[in-house]
């Protein structure tokens, strides 16, 4: 365990000296980093958007959603939910290379803190599995999984309905009547 936390200290000390960014990100993560074992024994739970388990009830409810605005705003709930669709173009990185570099650094320096910190319970597996936590990890998964089905279903009714994006796909001109 000392051999990990010396790799995650030396990034520390040098995230703090290359920047605030780097310190900013270790500062920002610390707290998930640490408290990651929580998850593990079932005390700490990721909460499922409600969106996400609406449409893991009902991914192709049509109601209610019979005009544009209301298919965008609809997809505009699950893109806060699931992040944004695979056909919207990335959000522009004003970044420096160097900022990059130091960001990544604090990203590992979070790994580390975080397998350290879930290396405390012995019989991880057995323990996730008796708490419940692998359970609720599926279960997230596949409220993910409704969501984006839900979002690609509806980015196709907007397709029929002749809607513009965000009601339909980036890539969609609709028709001009």
Not at 118 to 139: N, Q, Y
Request: glycine share 8%; proline share 7%.
């Amino acid at each position: 365990m000392i051999r990990r936390l010396v790799p995650c200290l030396i990034l520390t000390v040098t995230l703090t000296v290359a920047g605030c960014s780097g310190v900013r990100t270790v500062a920002d993560g610390l707290g998930d980093a640490v408290t990651a074992p929580l998850e593990d024994v079932g005390v700490k739970r990721e909460r499922i958007p409600t969106v996400l388990l609406q449409a893991q009830a009902n991914p192709y409810d049509m109601r209610n959603l019979d005009r544009c605005s209301t298919i965008g705003a609809e997809i505009a709930r699950l893109d806060e939910a699931l992040g944004p669709d695979l056909d919207e173009p990335p959000a522009p990185d004003g970044r420096t290379l160097g900022d990059q570099a130091v960001d990544a650094a604090a990203e590992a320096a979070l790994d580390v803190i975080r397998d350290t910190a879930t290396d405390f319970i012995p019989a991880r597996g057995w323990v996730r599995a008796l708490s419940g936590a692998d359970r609720h990890s599926r279960e997230v998964q596949a409220a993910i999984e409704a969501g984006r089905l839900r979002r690609a279903f509806l980015k196709g009714q907007g397709m029929r309905f002749n809607c513009a994006p965000p009601a339909a796909p980036r890539w969609f001109q609709p028709r001009r009547r």
